[in-house]
């Protein structure tokens, strides 16, 4: 993909490094010309220009890129790149950061924004999953809230040792995409039995999270397929 990442901050040049070293094409934009610096990045593109200006996104071509990053550490100005890139240069996804959650709220498909990410709700799910044994945590919210990857880990006294993924029932706007058992990631087969202290990751349709996790705590699992 060609990627364009605007703010060429601390979190911007982390992931243009990441992007180029998984063979992608990366255009850094950064309008503060004390964080332009080429040697931190070599091999990606690097303009110095304001990003909410429409003259400088199509002086670099943003129409070719298949996605835009709004990386900056200011909320207002990542959603003004998020909504010129998709209404202006129609921008196939666009990938906003949230720097204050209490804005959250406003990165939606009406400003341009196909995934939000919010550094400090990443961190507060990933303390709760690190902590959390037989609670439903959301890991990350996914088309603007219509699904959710949630994770639920099985406790030591869980039911559900032993039975196989097809016992399992689930509402049928979940799916199971991943166990973690001891270091292993397992793609769930619908004989593959469950044990106690899996990490079961799930793609959830809004409102379902409570049936699933209903359904992993009670004693009393049906007969419909997981996956």
Known sequence: MRVTIAGAGAVGTSIAAELIENGHEVMLIERDLAEVAPEA????????????????????????????????GDDKVNLVVSLLAKTEFAVRRVVARVNNPRNEWLF??????????????ML????????????????????QGKANLVEVTLPAD???????????????????????????VIVPQS????????????????GVEEEIHSVLTSGDPGGRDLI
Do not use: K, Y
């Not at 091999?43 to 709004?70: K, P, Y």
């Not at 004989?191 to 809004?206: I, S």
């Open 158 to 184: 869980t039911a559900l040792a032993g039975r196989p993924v097809r016992d399992v029932p689930l509402p049928a706007d979940a799916a199971l995409v991943a166990i973690l058992r001891g270091g292993r």
């Open 41 to 72: 990045v070599p091999q990606a593109e690097w303009v110095h220009a304001d990003a909410c200006e429409v003259a400088s996104l199509e002086d670099a071509q943003v129409q070719n890129c298949d996605v835009v990053i709004a990386a900056t």
């Open 108 to 121: 939606t498909e009406s400003w341009g924004v196909d995934v939000a990410v919010s550094t400090p709700r």
């Open 191 to 206: 004989d593959d039995p469950l044990e106690p202290g899996d990490e079961m990751l799930f793609v959830a349709g809004e």
């Open 124 to 143: 507060a799910a990933m303390v709760e999953e690190a902590v959390s044994v037989g609670d439903l945590v959301r890991l990350l919210t996914l088309r």
